[in-house]
């Protein structure tokens, strides 16, 4: 391991530390506390075995055996409830780690760039989140009391032996530096193994997830073999670092069991002679003995503890990886601090304070997601105040990019997104964000009712106001339709509902915040033509005045657009309004017709028809 890699090792400590352990130190003394007091009556209980052996066995039947076995009562009661108080405060420590850990994970994720999960797979993060933060935690609830508890009732038990006869325990403790001297090449060795078999875990539940999530597609492609050949090649992986780990602790077990045995034989050798001689009593010689089993039992208990302890190791650098990835779009260091508690600073207000976005301009705009693939090169966009822009092209030729950079889920590589007159950047994250209506092809919903899910739009929305939002985009219909209605549980990611009637919900939540910016992606393509035709006449009350951008497949839906835009490859190509692009007869007038003949034939063909 060079420098470097120390320092960072260190510094990962440090981190962990200061962020998570020390807020518990209390709770951290209070369990120390007891675990110490547990380690010496632990030690003790032995001891008592050479006092009675020594004095109470010559005496016969005259000991007070009364006193003896209350005595042991005591000690073996304190030695319970002890044991079971240090377990009690480990569990709780352990679960507060695993709790802060997860929040600080959590926190973390919603602020990262969506730059970051192009990259990153969602699987691996669950991994990361949920089994890493288990590990660390787990084992500085239940592993770390135990190397204390162990490291004190070793000490104790040398002291106590060189006390009793310190020849005899020197030469017993011969063996002990040699055990230790084995442990720790071992533990290295299985470190090493270990991050492998991590690693190859989370890969392992990033296919699983990949392969539950994506199983209609994986089948609808007949991809199934292929898939089923790129996990077994993982779980192939899996197995052979796994089965190595458990090799090296295999093989490192009889070597140390091997190193205490012969301990016990030094310690029967002299000893033996010892109490021959005189020199030492039977008590102390069994006491010694038991003693000497027991420390490099013990000894063996703290290098296997302490072993274990590595993947918490582990654990924590990918942790840490992920708390420490940088969040590359976040509002700077001036604006953080204009803004500190509340994003509406008075600060940062636009238009003297009635903060109404009045003019939105895209200038000389570069943008590419990968460096050697340029999508926007000096895109130009100037929207006026309340107009609703159309954006439409063939795929791929970037639409949803500009509305991504409209949105500030992505930052211009180069130029500037002004509001007012002033870059985006200067205002904060916040501010920017909840005053855009933002409604995607692929909505989310959250787990809750179908009430609950539109009031995100507006937590102080009453009933009335959820339904008229459903009402514009035309939802209520089918909600009111549903057995529970605006009660209708939607399921974990609003799986129980259709994709359309996704849309129209997440639709509903947009309307209901009354954002001054509307963007809609593709945002009624999963709805039937004739459904998306009677959205887009409930919206045109709320485009009214408001500015608003609108991707749509279907041109029919944007056929009133203030301003149409036909992209391609990153440059609007042709714009104006329908009329005007339809009299200029060339691309966007040449794509309609070639849409409108394909709803004809449909038509003929007595499918649905939605053009008109
Ligand atoms: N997250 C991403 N990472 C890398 N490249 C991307 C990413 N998203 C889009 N691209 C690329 O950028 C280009 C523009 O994509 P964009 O999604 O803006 O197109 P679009 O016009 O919205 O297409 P569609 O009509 O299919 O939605 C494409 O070449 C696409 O491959
Ligand atoms: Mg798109």
Redo the contacts with the bound molecule.
Sequence with gaps: MNRTEKATKREIGRYFIRRYLMPLKHLFALMFAFQLVFATFDAVYFAINGYVIDNFIPMGGEADYISLAIFYFAVVLTISVFCRITITLGTVIAQEIMYRIREDAFDHLQKLS?SYY?QNSVGDLLARITTDAKTYAQIIGSHLPRVLYLGSFVLGVVFYMLYLNWKIALIIFTAIPFSVFLAVVFQKKILAVSRHVMACNSKLTAAYNEGIMGVQTIRSLAKEEEFIQKFDKIADETFVYSKRSLMYVATYLPFIIASTGFGSGLLLWFGGEDVLVGVMSIGTLIVMNIYSRFLSEQILFLARTIGEMQPAQASKERLYQLLKTTVAIKDSLEIEEKVKNDYQSPELAIDGGVNKISELEFKNIDFY??EEEP?LTNFNLKVLPGQTIALV?E???????IVSLLCRFYEPTAGEILLNGVDYRQRSLEWLQSNLGIVLQTPFLFSGTIRENIRYGDPEASDEKVMEASKVVNAHDFIIHLEKGYDTEVGEGGGQLSSGQKQLISFARAILANPQVLVMD?ATSSVDPETEHLIHEGLQKVLKNRTSFI?A?RLSTIRRADRILF?NQGIIEEQGSHEELMSLGEKYRELYEKQFMHYKEQEILGRSVGFN
């Design positions: 969506f192009d997601y990968k999508v092209g795929t791929g030729a970037g639409k949803s990019t593709e991707i497949h992209i």
